[in-house]
């Protein structure tokens, strides 16, 4: 018996193979370069937000740490000030005392050295110098006067100046730099440490 086959035999027809384009590989290539270049710009943003953060938290440091620098620079400069006021106090108590003493050391010396016949009308401290106006009976008067101040080792410079005859006898008028007694020590010991010994 002949059998037929009525079923139509397909045969498996070959795979088409999926060709691989120039416009296929350009496309390929666009949508990783752009999804590359996504992740590049994500990756560099997120480290550029990170970088700006660490930046921000070193700049608060620095500014806190400036901050505090200043405030004690400010607590210095209080102190330092007020360093150089107790300064400038003491000195100038000492100034005081040591000017306290000096004129009753300067009329001391100046009436040890008063010769007879002569009176002082007026005794003036100016810029270091001892102004002194007086009246005289007779000019030797002042002139003894003249010479006991400048023979003083607690009188330098004595200079004298202007002397007229007035009714009571001679009016005059000298000016001279009175050392005190630790001056004049320290001016003999200068003068003593000076003079070569045979």
Not at 43 to 69: G, P
Not at 77 to 104: D, F, G, W
Not at 141 to 157: E, H, M, T
């Amino acid at each position: 018996m002949i059998r037929v086959n009525l079923l139509e035999i397909r045969q498996a027809k070959p795979e088409k193979k999926a060709n691989l384009t120039y416009e296929n590989a350009a496309g390929i290539a666009a949508v990783a370069i752009i999804v590359l270049s996504i992740a590049f710009v994500g990756y560099r943003s997120f480290a550029m937000s990170r970088r700006i953060a660490t930046l921000k938290a070193e700049v608060e440091a620095a500014t806190e740490e400036l901050s505090q620098l200043q405030e004690a620079l400010q607590v210095i400069e209080s102190h330092q000030k007020k360093k150089a006021a107790l300064k400038k106090r003491v000195e100038l108590i000492t100034e005081l005392k040591r000017r306290q003493k000096v004129p009753v050391h300067l009329l001391d010396q100046i009436s040890r050295k008063l010769p007879a016949f002569l009176w002082l009308e007026g005794l003036d401290e100016r810029d270091g110098r001892v102004v002194i106006r007086g009246k005289a009976t007779t000019y030797n008067a002042v002139s003894n006067f003249y010479n006991n101040l400048a023979g003083s080792p607690y009188f330098k410079d004595v200079t004298l100046g202007n002397t007229q005859a007035v009714p009571e006898g001679v009016s005059f008028n000298l000016s001279c730099r009175f050392q005190t007694a630790d001056e004049t020590a320290g001016a003999g010991g200068d003068a003593a440490a000076g003079t070569p010994r045979g």
